[in-house]
């Protein structure tokens, strides 16, 4: 089971690329992201979350070497 956010984003961070991952703020805790889509260039992964209708409910995760990075 999944404790807390941080948790969910390091689960939802590819190991390669780009996710655009959405937040459901009525979900229960451990629930909360879920993902959209994979990419394979950040741009690509920008654009898409710049389509969408309120920004702020969407965000773009990735690692580079051992970090982790929410944009």
């Known amino acids: ?10 689960r939802l961070t590819p190991k390669t690329g780009f996710a655009l991952v ?9 629930e909360q ?3 959209i889509e ?3 260039k950040y741009q ?3 654009n898409a ?3 969408r209708d309120n920004q702020d ?3 773009v995760l990735y690692r580079a070497g ?3 990075f929410c944009r």
């Open 1 to 10: 089971m999944i404790n807390n956010f941080e948790e969910e984003k390091t």
């Open 22 to 30: 959405g937040i459901d703020c009525f979900a229960d805790t451990g």
């Open 33 to 35: 992201l879920y993902l």
């Open 38 to 40: 994979h990419f394979e």
């Open 44 to 46: 690509e992964a920008l």
């Open 49 to 51: 979350k710049k389509d």
């Open 57 to 59: 409910e969407y965000f």
């Open 66 to 68: 051992n970090e982790f």
